[in-house]
């Protein structure tokens, strides 16, 4: 079992910047791969990044390349997404996630991760 914890939300303006973290704490190998999702209101949960342990490859959604960079601390337990040149339609819900089983993480897709924070709030204001 593996318990995860984000923080770093918060409430920004356009063009600004937001660091998440998420705390993984239990099954060491529950989090073989971690990433970043977020869902706003009315819509599906999406991907955003995910890293791999161990390697530290990392896979990015399309629409967060080159804004949003996902990253280890040197503790391993900790996984931090730093978002930059925010926009009024990245406010939702941020969630982290973590799963044993890596080899479709780079998808980023919500079925394949068994592990969920509780979410913290970001919101972008124009």
């Known amino acids: 079992q593996v318990h995860l914890t984000e923080s770093g939300g918060g409430s920004v303006q356009a063009g600004g910047s937001l660091r998440l973290s998420c705390t993984a704490s239990g099954d060491p190998y529950g989090t073989n791969c971690m990433g970043w999702f977020r869902q706003a209101p009315g819509k599906d949960r999406e991907g955003l990044a995910v890293i791999y342990s161990g390697t530290d490859h990392t896979y990015y959604a399309d629409f967060v390349k080159g804004r949003f960079t996902i990253s280890p601390a040197n503790d391993r337990n900790t996984v931090s997404l730093v978002m930059n040149s925010l926009e009024p339609e990245d406010t939702g819900m941020y969630y982290c996630?973590?799963?044993?089983?890596?080899?479709?993480?780079?998808?980023?897709?919500?079925?394949?991760?068994?592990?969920w924070g509780q979410g913290t709030q970001v919101t972008v204001s124009s």
């Open positions: 996630a973590a799963n044993y089983r890596c080899a479709e993480s780079y998808k980023l897709r919500v079925a394949d991760f068994s592990y």
